[in-house]
Structure formats: C-alpha cells, structure tokens
C-alpha cells in the first residue's frame, strides 16, 4: 500500500482558551494510504501527552513504522505500531486511514462495516474560558448554529469565583433555549474546589463534570465519587483500556478521544472495557478537521455522550465528511468514514 503525507495549518474561527492554556490553532498531518484504487484518509492533530508533540515527529514515528510494510489484520497493525513506539495521536491517523480504506474496499459506510447504525445523541459545542462579556456574544452563535448542547469550559486560573462569573453568563445567554448545559474542569480544580463548584453547579442544572480534578491525583477521586453531587466522567485520565480498571469504582463514565487512545481500535476496546466495568461513555475531540471528526462519528452509536465539535469551529474546514444536522454529528452515509481532504 502506498503512504503519503500531508500538512495543513488548522486556524481556529475563536480561539478556544481551557484550564491549560489558550489555543489559536495548530498544524494537522493529513495520512492517506490507497491500494492503487482506493484510498483511505486519517488526521493527526499533534500533542505532547498524545506521544508526538510536532507534524515532523508524528511523520517521523509512522515513517518509520510503514517501512516495514501494512500486512496483516488492522488489529495487528495497531499492536505492532503501539509496542513499536508510535505516538497514539500518529497512531491514530494510520489506523482510521486503514479503517476507512477497509471500509471503502467492502463498499460500506464505516459505521455498518462495525455493525452499527448511523444514529448518535446530541453533540455538545464548546464554550471556551471567557471574560462573561465575551461569553454573552459567543453564546447565541453557537445556539444559532444548532447547538442543542453547550460544553462549558471552567477551571480558570484566575479561580472558582470566575468560573462562576463565566457559567451564569452562559447560563443567561442560552436562557430560552433549552439547550442542555455541561462542564469540563481540564483538572483545573482542587478536590475542595471541585467538590463545592459541583454542588453548586448541580443546583444550577448541569448534567455532568469532566475531569475535575488533574491528571495524576486519581487517587482523589474515591473521596469525591463518595458523595458527589453531579455524575463524574474522567478525560485526561483515561487514555487506554488498561487504565480504567484501576478508577472504574469512582467515576461514572469516561471520555476517549482518537488522538488520546491510538484511532478506532483501541477506541472499540476502550467502549467494551468501560461498558463491562458499568459506565457510561463519551467521545471528544482535540483540534481536528472533519476527517478526524467523520471517523469518531462513524462510532456514535456506541455513545451516551458526544463532543465532535473541533470542525465546526475552523476557519476554514479543509475537509469534508462529518454533517452536523438537528444538533447531532453524523459521518456521512458513504462508504469509508466519509472524511477526506477537499480536492
């Protein structure tokens, strides 16, 4: 099979600012791999944490690995690259590029070739950290989009008093709406904060909160499951499937995301573990077109929750595939993923 490469700068319509920082955009690496008829098409939008921090290091690691060859089940592919050293968020691009190849061969859209239905639940849009004032005009656009669900992002530096300041805002912007509200601390609070801010975000209507507390105090988790006032899913924390069995007792659900875990396949492991353990599941997203967005999408049948929104908010979208219709994003109903570089 034949491997090519391709690099785009991705810049944002607003920029999106969570607990760790303020992002404006970022370089993606396009992956196509075609068997001289077809091709397939994945995305890689680059992350230190992900295991390749830069477009030239993630090309660098699936250059390497593709010399080797593509023989074999993508199962085992995906094995020998992990093992191998390729960086999930690499990893990630090669596999849905198989996938949709695969699926392309067959002549089915990705979803049926996995068995499931092209249907999903209501795709949050994200509400970045904002001064109130910002956020009361950067509300109604997302509304005016079709938003049927606001993810909010708090966890401000500047403490739990501007994160209060900043939900009320949204809470009174979307007033009327009906559209349902949820939170995403990114580890930005401590237990004590996080236990307050969820009582108090729980009086005010919010269906859940994702990763309140960072990445590494895990071991804190038990003691804020214990009497939590709103159900807690885990992002940050939950990279693989091996990682879940050592918090499925004090989370309620988990987040994947395709650059996090490696692509699809381990995303299908990643649903089958959570879902054996009794939790609920989402899937989100990190700064990807709609190639990436198409192949997560092409799993939301699998979902209680969705966040496939990074598309929606580039400027422009240099790819195609993923259509968000009566607030829900969908792949679309073709063969492969649907995804793929304008032409």
């Known amino acids: 099979m034949k491997v090519e490469f391709h690099s785009l700068y991705l810049k944002k319509r607003f920029p999106l600012r969570i607990s760790r920082g303020e992002i404006l955009g970022g370089e993606n690496l396009f992956v196509s791999v075609s068997d001289g008829k077809l091709t397939g098409w994945g995305e890689m939008a680059p992350g230190e944490t992900e295991g390749a ?11 390497g690995f593709c010399a080797s060859g593509l023989d074999g089940a993508i199962h085992d592919i995906w094995a020998r690259a992990h093992v191998g050293g390729v960086g999930a968020c690499a990893l990630a691009a090669l596999d849905m590029a198989l996938w949709d190849l695969r699926a392309k061969q067959a002549n089915m859209p990705l979803y049926r070739l996995l068995g499931l239905a092209r249907r999903g639940v209501v795709s949050s849009l994200t509400v970045g950290i904002n001064p109130p004032d910002v956020v009361r005009e950067r509300v109604p656009l997302l509304l005016a989009r079709g938003a049927k669900a606001l993810k909010i992002k708090l966890g401000s530096t500047d ?41 108090w975000l729980a009086a005010r209507g919010v269906e859940y909160i994702e990763q309140p507390l960072v990445q590494g105090a895990e071991d804190q988790l038990p003691d804020l499951f214990r009497d939590r006032a709103l159900p ?11 990682d879940i069995p050592a918090f499925a007792h004090c989370v309620d659900g988990v987040n994947l995301k395709l650059m996090k875990c490696g692509g699809i396949t381990e995303a299908l492991r990643i649903v089958a573990t959570a879902r054996a353990h009794g939790l609920k599941t989402m899937i989100g997203c990190m700064g990807e077109s709609s190639v990436s967005i198409a192949a997560g999408a092409s799993l939301s049948a699998l979902f209680d929750y969705i966040d496939l929104d990074s598309h929606l908010n580039l400027d422009p979208d240099p790819a195609t595939g993923a259509p968000f219709e009566h607030g829900v994003t969908l792949p679309a109903d073709q063969p492969g993923h649907g995804g793929r570089l304008h032409a």
């Open 159 to 199: 403490g739990i008093e501007a994160d209060k300041a900043m939900f009320i805002a949204v809470q009174e912007a979307a007033a009327g709406s009906e559209a349902a509200l949820r939170v995403d601390a990114n580890g930005g609070w401590s237990l004590t904060d996080a236990r307050h801010m969820m009582g």
């Open 232 to 242: 807690i899913f885990v992002d940050e924390s939950c990279r693989f499937s091996s």
């Open 53 to 63: 921090a830069s477009v030239t290091e993630g090309r660098a690691q699936l250059e």
